[in-house]
């Protein structure tokens, strides 16, 4: 059985969404950025029924995911100590531009140690960050040795078949008693859904900073697996337009690179 409910959500502005900085390697979060997980940490309504959480190991994504999450990542601590974050390759963003490219493991936890020294968080810092050590890296090392290079599945060219890999592990590992936040890239969120509905061309993506929507899993006909958004999130999927958006056009070139179009609908 498939999970219960899926919540697919695009990581907060980067800097790379700014005048556009697609050179940048991995950026971090703006000022705005952080902004807009505070609004989304307050307004998520599923805190209390989230069961696992999944993030691109991408530094936006990373920080998306603590600052936006932290109810309900503090609710899974205390129900159980050993919960984990499962940062996962397979639901980074499409191309292969520097913003794109991840950072190693060991770069990222020492980015981190320098918000948290130990568990002690540094005054200033957005709430969320006390819970880095519950990030898990080693679906990471052991899907992407190569990483963070983008080669075999993980290139470009090869989109479409991550996005269908996704969408089957989604599918067989996770049951009906599971409700799962994944935190992902404006480009790959379009290949994961197969969804070009209102796909902004100049953007490259039709979703916002920060945009959740909601998902249920179901198999067609000929036993592919597909993802379609609930009717309460497709009514509300507007209502969230966060201000300041500023997305340079970097996930166009990402979606360009994979082969996909603002004319290709599917």
Partial sequence: MPPRLVHLVR?????????????????????LGHSQCQTLASKFPNHNSITHIIC?????????????F??????????????KIRADPYFQENGEWECDIG???PEVQHYLSTIVDKENVKEGTPRGYEHHAHLDFSEVERLAPEWPQKTGIFAAR?????????????????????EIIIVSHGGYLHVLTEDWESYDEFKG??????ERRSFVMKKNEEGDVKLEETEESIKNR?????????????????????????????
Avoid: C, M
Avoid at 12 to 31: E, F, K, M, S
Avoid at 56 to 68: A, C, D, G, V, Y
Avoid at 164 to 176: T, V
């Fill in 103 to 105: 950072s190693t493991i």
């Fill in 70 to 83: 932290y109810p309900t990542i503090t609710r899974l601590i205390s129900e159980k100590q050993d919960f």
């Fill in 11 to 31: 990581h907060a502005q980067g800097y790379h969404n700014v005048n556009w900085q697609h050179h940048l390697r991995d950026p971090i979060l703006t000022d």
């Fill in 158 to 178: 090869n989109v479409d078949k991550r996005g269908k890999y996704a969408r089957n592990f989604l599918f067989d590992n996770y049951n009906e008693n599971d």
């Fill in 238 to 266: 507007r209502v969230h337009h966060v201000e300041g958006d500023t997305d340079s056009g970097t996930e166009r070139r990402e979606t360009e690179l994979a082969g996909h179009h603002g004319s290709l609908k599917n």
């Fill in 56 to 68: 691109s190991p991408l530094k936006r994504t990373i920080q998306t995911t603590l600052e936006s």
């Fill in 205 to 210: 993506t039709a979703w916002e900073n920060t």
